[in-house]
């Protein structure tokens, strides 16, 4: 059940674009929709996207959605560990959902989505 209407932000810098549909649902969680590329010019945004997210809603669990990421480069794989820290340090449970063939490749050969799925100490 979805507690208020989608908002979609668009940022666009230097040519990056990074688009951001939140959702929050009334058991607590946050679905942050993400779709463009997130790599060094537009991973700042990411990051204070997310962030600004946790802050506002407090969620006790973020669901980032990357299926509409068509590229995510080192910069984007920082910035993902970052929140994912951010987000334990504020008691929730940040997970990354549907990603695109591109972003679970990276994912994979970096073994950023083994220490995502890991359990918080």
Known sequence: ????????????????????????????????????????????????????????HQPTTLELDLTGVTFKDSSGIRVLLRVHQAAQARNCTLTVGQVSPAVARVLDITGVRAVLDRPPL
Request: aromatic fraction near 2%; charged fraction near 25%.
């Open 1 to 56: 059940m979805v507690t208020e209407e989608p908002r979609r932000r668009l940022v666009r810098i230097a040519g990056a674009t990074l688009d951001t549909v939140t959702t929050t649902g009334a058991d607590g969680r946050l679905c942050m929709i993400m779709s463009g590329e997130i790599d060094m010019t537009s991973a700042p945004r990411f990051e204070a996207a997310v962030s600004h997210a946790l802050d506002t």
